[in-house]
């Protein structure tokens, strides 16, 4: 569950259900049956406004195959992040595999007097890796949303965690930024943030990733300020951190 920026409304995901189980947070109309309805619903999400008026409305929901959660299916939704003016809503979704795979979908969130005219949902990327929860950040301006994604196979190795970065818009642009190590070390918390949004300066982020040392074993994390403009796939180390990790 999370609270949009301004805080007048809550998105929330309920899990998909079996024709004999029923969710307590489905609307029941006074006009319909005491009997519950024998259904099968799909894993989705939901907005609501948190002073009750409103009714909650079903803004994205996984594919109809998909299983219940408590069955280990296919596909099921594992982050939710609001853009900072609280106009959309991104979700992320895990693939099992393998390899697992991430879905990264762009909501739009309908005022209430528009709940009919709501856009579709946008796939923007589907990742050959998994999404590290609560690593997705937008950037100020919302144009922008970085994620850690870890992959248990790559191209360099095994069990690594890559940083990527997506524009927030059908069709747009998608960076494997940065090779942040092993899933082994992996920080508690997401090791990037967005500077301030400034009208005269290229959209930036800054990053804590792992910098060879020469002739020693270990690498030591180096803060990174990039440009996603720039070129170099790595970017520009502005200090670091002394110690082994």
């Known amino acids: 569950m999370v609270l949009a920026p301004d805080g007048e409304q809550v998105a929330y995901v309920t899990p998909g259900s079996s024709a004999a189980v029923t969710a307590g947070l489905w609307l029941v109309h006074a006009n319909a049956s005491a009997a519950p309805r024998q259904e099968s619903h799909p894993e989705a999400v939901w907005a609501a406004p948190v002073d009750?008026?409103?009714?909650?409305?079903?803004?994205?929901?996984?594919?109809?195959?998909?299983?219940?959660a408590t069955s280990g299916?296919?596909?099921?939704?594992?982050?939710?992040?609001?853009?900072?003016?609280?106009?959309?809503?991104?979700?992320?979704?895990?693939?099992?595999?393998?390899?697992?795979?991430?879905?990264?979908?762009?909501?739009?969130?309908?005022?209430?007097?528009?709940?009919?005219?709501?856009?579709?949902?946008?796939?923007?990327?589907?990742?050959?890796?998994?999404?590290?929860?609560?690593?997705?950040?937008p950037d100020p301006s919302g144009r922008w949303?970085?994620?850690?994604?870890?992959?248990?196979?790559?191209?360099?190795g095994s069990d690594l965690l890559t940083l990527c970065v997506f524009q927030l818009q059908p069709?747009?642009?998608?960076?494997?930024?940065?090779?942040?190590?092993?899933?082994?070390?992996?920080?508690?918390?997401?090791p990037l943030a967005w500077p301030p949004a400034a009208a005269s300066q290229p959209d930036r982020l800054v990053f804590v990733g792992p910098a060879p040392v020469q002739g020693l074993e270990w690498r030591r994390p180096v803060r990174h300020l990039r440009h996603l403009q720039h070129p170099s796939p790595i970017g520009t180390p502005f200090g670091a951190v002394h110690g082994p990790t």
């Open 171 to 190: 069709g747009g642009l998608t960076r494997d930024l940065a090779d942040l190590g092993s899933a082994a070390r992996a920080p508690s918390a997401a």
């Open 73 to 137: 299916g296919s596909e099921h939704i594992v982050d939710l992040v609001w853009v900072p003016d609280g106009s959309r809503l991104v979700a992320i979704t895990r693939q099992a595999g393998p390899p697992a795979r991430a879905r990264v979908v762009l909501l739009n969130i309908p005022v209430h007097q528009a709940a009919d005219d709501q856009p579709a949902p946008s796939e923007l990327v589907l990742l050959p890796a998994e999404g590290q929860p609560g690593s997705a950040v």
């Open 145 to 156: 949303l970085a994620l850690v994604t870890h992959a248990a196979v790559a191209p360099g």
């Open 52 to 68: 009750g008026i409103g009714l909650p409305r079903r803004i994205f929901e996984v594919a109809s195959h998909s299983t219940p």
